[in-house]
């Protein structure tokens, strides 16, 4: 069972969107009910009629077609009746509707595969699948490696990112540069916008592959119908598939946000410290950090250490003991007196390095008035 607006398309009536059209208009019926848009049927068992004409999928044979489109040509069905240049469509004396594959601008040119195949039209045209067209790019000038580096990585354009490509160098002459470019998408204009923002404007474009089917000896103009080989060819992605996919997946590591434990994601620099989530323990239970401030709670319970004035509480020192002394100095409270640091007993004091014990007060003026030594 498949959509029928998808059935629509594979049987030659047009693309699933124009398909679309025909069900919302009333014009589709399966088994002489008519349906709405979302309506499944089976091709080989159900009734299909459009306009009140019922479509035989048994007998439709699939036909592949690659043409050379020469550059002044729209790559489209129908004429603009603004322009006035002529269509592919016109080029291909074959009856039926046609899909195009590897839809080229006015300017380009090289190859282009017509088919009524609508779903192997949408495997290949598709960017979520991810098959290759090889372009032959003529740019003025010289791009240097990192120009390169930056363009296989993919700019910003107006739609987004570019995706990653493979560019090899195939010929360089005093004004110009040919390139190699293999990319698994096409964004409108793509490699010119591209090679224009990078400062290296492209003087001819010519689209060489579809996946591994060449022009072979095609001319400007001409066409020729595919058989099995040429098929498996154009399904068939090129080698640089690999790179790509590799660099695209290196890139989508590099720009993934950094997560706390159990995968809450941590908030920008710039956001308020408020929405910022609790750390957590990486153990199994997920427990919480003990608290940092060194007080005891309002009921008079003591925290777990950090800071807390119970020693036992404490955790032993690195070398296993467990004698380990308060941190803070100061008086306990059975009248103890603390070690030195701002006692104003002399004597508690702990000698010079010297060995010297005599050793004056720190602050200027005693309770008698005598002032320090100057240091």
Request: glycine share 10%; charged share 35%; aromatic share 6%.
């Amino acid at each position: 069972m498949e959509r029928v607006q998808k059935i629509l398309s594979q049987a030659g009536l047009g693309s699933r969107r124009a398909c679309e059209a025909y069900i919302e208009q009333g014009r589709v019926r399966v088994n002489g009910k008519l349906i709405t848009l979302g309506a499944q049927a089976d091709p080989m068992k159900d009734d299909i009629e459009v306009d009140g004409e019922k479509l035989n999928f048994k007998k439709l044979k699939k036909r592949y077609f690659a043409f050379y489109k020469p550059a002044n040509v729209l790559s489209s069905n129908t004429p603009n009746h603004e322009d006035d240049r002529p269509v592919v469509r016109d080029m291909l004396p074959v009856e039926g509707h046609l899909f195009t594959i590897g839809r080229l601008d006015a300017d380009s040119e090289g190859l282009m595969v017509l088919t009524n195949d609508g779903e192997t039209t949408n495997q290949l045209a598709h960017p979520r699948y991810e098959h290759t067209k090889t372009y032959l790019a003529t740019v003025y000038g010289k791009p240097e490696r990192d120009v390169l580096t930056r363009w296989q990585d993919g700019i910003y354009l107006e739609e987004g990112r570019a995706a990653p490509c493979y560019i090899t160098i195939m010929e360089t002459t005093p004004e110009t540069t040919v390139l190699q470019i293999v990319m698994t998408e096409g964004k409108k204009r793509q490699i010119r916008r591209t090679a224009s923002a990078l400062g290296f404007p492209v003087k001819k474009l010519v689209r060489t592959h579809i996946g591994q089917l060449d022009l072979g000896r095609l001319k400007r103009g001409e066409w020729m119908e595919m058989g099995a080989l040429e098929i498996e060819a154009m399904k068939t992605p090129a080698p640089e598939l690999v790179y790509i996919k590799n660099r695209k997946k290196s890139l989508r590591d590099i720009r993934k946000p950094k997560t706390l434990v159990g995968g809450v994601r941590s908030p920008r620099k710039s956001g308020d410290s408020s929405d910022r989530p609790k750390r957590r323990y990486d153990d199994n239970n997920g427990s919480e950090r003990p608290p940092y401030r060194k007080s005891a709670d309002s009921d008079g319970e003591k925290r777990p250490y950090r800071g807390s004035g119970d020693r036992d509480s404490r955790p032993p020192r690195r070398d296993g003991d467990d004698s380990r002394p308060p941190r803070r100095y100061g008086a306990s409270g059975d009248g103890e007196k603390r070690p030195y640091r701002g006692s104003g007993d002399r004597d508690s004091r702990p000698p010079r390095r010297d060995g010297d014990d005599s050793r004056p007060p720190r602050r200027y003026g005693d309770s008698d008035g005598e002032k320090r030594p100057y240091r």
